[in-house]
């Protein structure tokens, strides 16, 4: 398994905060294709899928 480099880390947790990879990757200021292309190489260097869940409060 390769590295992850820290700006897939930070636009995958803020998308977890955010509760979408859209606005995740809006809150740190990346473009919906900038958000989609980190994502997708943080998934090719894990061999996975990266989801998110929404939780009810």
């Known amino acids: 398994m ?3 480099n820290l700006d897939e880390i930070l636009a995958f947790m ?3 905060d955010a509760g979408s990879f ?3 990757g809006r809150a740190i200021g990346l473009t919906r294709s900038a958000a989609g292309k980190a994502l997708a190489r943080l998934e090719s260097r894990l061999g996975g899928a990266c989801s998110i869940a929404r939780r009810d409060s």
């Open 2 to 4: 390769k590295r992850a």
């Open 14 to 16: 803020s998308a977890v």
């Open 22 to 24: 859209v606005a995740g």
